[in-house]
């Protein structure tokens, strides 16, 4: 695979009478490469993320992460694909109240077998993965290892979400 995103002519709008949204003649990330994407609220930077992780489709156009056009993909199949090769931080962090910290880490590994292999590869458990980064991002694992995520600080939760996304290693974050 030539790049690790290529996005071709894609254009995204929420219904077909509204207004377009977005219209990316042509953006490419290579394998590797670091990309700082902003710009204004309001101007698009979180439709485009979601199309990125095939959370959204685009309307036309293309939109290929590792050379996998995710609008060729049923929802379901982005997820499974998105579950495999991105580790995504939502906008709201979208962590699970009922489960404590290490289980929300951990999470992507129940979702990917590529990604848990990639994990144990690290540490000999998931739990001891998921506290190995969570201390590299400066967080206190023995004190909210089994807290409810809800008890936590935005910027605690912030962090999970984090450590969440980059669990077993994923191609893109």
């Known amino acids: 695979v ?9 254009c995204f709008r929420w219904n077909k009478n509204d207004p377009l949204l977005l219209h990316i003649p042509k953006f490419r990330v290579s394998c590797g490469e670091r990309v700082f ?4 609220s309001g101007s698009g930077k979180t439709t485009f993320l979601n199309l990125l992780g ?3 489709i685009p309307e036309t156009g293309e939109v290929s992460i590792m050379g996998t056009n995710m609008s060729a993909l049923s929802s379901a199949g982005r997820d499974s694909f998105r ?12 962590l699970i109240p009922y489960l404590s910290v290490i289980e929300n ?13 990639r ?8 739990e001891g993965e998921a506290k190995r980064i969570l201390s590299g991002l400066e ?3 023995t004190s909210i290892a089994s807290q409810p995520v809800s008890h936590l600080s935005i910027g605690q939760q912030q962090r ?3 450590a969440r996304s980059i669990i077993g290693s994923p191609e893109l974050v």
């Open 119 to 126: 994990a144990l590869s690290q540490a000999k458990t998931l």
């Open 83 to 94: 579950a495999e090769h991105i580790g995504y931080i939502f906008q709201m962090f979208n």
């Open 139 to 141: 967080l206190d694992v």
């Open 160 to 162: 999970v979400a984090a």
């Open 54 to 56: 095939g959370v959204s």
């Open 105 to 117: 880490v951990t999470l992507p590994c129940r979702f990917s077998a590529t990604r848990r292999q």
């Open 2 to 10: 030539d790049w690790m995103i290529k996005v071709e002519n894609a």
């Open 37 to 40: 994407i902003r710009g204004p």
